[in-house]
């Protein structure tokens, strides 16, 4: 009965999580507009999630280094720097942004780079719940990886509808990556838990560079399809 009930409180958290934060950014609340308090909520429900599922993230642990987190630091100031190069020698993909107002990775304002770490900790939080729930009940690594894609698949598929085709298409497309990364990181290496987050938070800073590069191609693809 407990694991069924971790079940659901777990999907509970992304339906409610998301759920709201779809409203909220109708009523105006953004990753660049009144963005503190998208940042409060991310932490308020990534405290929830931290809070009841504990008992299994306390397996989070490994021999204390400071690698990974000067490695997150770096990977910050090369997106900061990303940033201040696109708005300096890349022409703004006026056009798209006007077309896709709600995708905000698109954008590249640099009040995304405060808010956007927050929505990426909750995320990774309740990725690193599920990819240690599996590994409680001893499935293999591979088992563990063909799981995570199933269930990232399916979370995205409903993402398709709010972002559209394309950019629905591109988040299922990352996830599935990402579903293959993740556990790998996560259980075989020393603070894979925090390359784990590094890697969710380098596919937002990248993608941002990569559409204001090929945002004319873009554009045709979008016309064409």
Same mark, same amino acid.
């Not at 770096?74 to 798209?96: D, G």
């Not at 905000?104 to 405060?114: A, C, G």
């Given at each position: 009965m407990s694991v069924i009930i971790d079940l659901v409180v777990w999907v509970l958290l992304w339906i409610i999580t998301f759920g709201i934060f779809y409203f909220m950014t109708k009523r105006g609340v953004t990753f660049n507009k009144r963005y503190g308090l998208l940042i409060l909520f991310f932490l308020f429900f990534s405290f929830l999630a931290v809070l009841y599922f504990r008992d299994i993230l306390v397996n989070l642990k490994g021999n204390f280094t400071l690698i990974p987190l000067? !490695?997150?630091?770096?990977?910050?100031?090369?997106? #900061?720097?990303?940033?201040?190069?696109?708005?300096?020698?890349?022409?703004?993909?006026?056009?798209? !942004?006007?077309?896709?107002?709600?995708?905000?990775? #698109?954008?590249?304002?640099?009040?995304?780079?405060?808010?956007?770490?927050f929505h990426v900790l909750f995320q990774q939080i309740m990725v690193w719940i599920m990819i240690l729930w599996l590994s409680k009940q001893n499935y293999s690594l591979f088992e563990i990886i063909f799981y995570s894609m199933i269930i990232f698949g399916l979370l995205h598929v409903f993402a398709i509808v709010p972002n559209g085709k394309i950019f629905g298409t591109y988040y299922l497309i990352a996830s599935l990556i990402g579903a293959f990364i993740f556990p790998i990181l996560i259980l075989n290496f020393n603070y894979g838990f925090v390359y784990s987050y590094i890697v969710h938070f380098s596919f937002y800073s990248i993608s941002s560079v990569l559409f204001w590069l090929f945002a004319n191609k873009f554009l045709e693809r979008i016309k064409s399809s």
């Open positions: 000067l !490695i997150f630091a770096l990977v910050y100031m090369i997106t #900061i720097a990303l940033y201040h190069f696109s708005h300096q020698r890349l022409q703004r993909p006026t056009s798209v !942004i006007e077309r896709y107002p709600h995708q905000h990775i #698109i954008k590249m304002d640099y009040s995304y780079l405060v808010s956007m770490p």
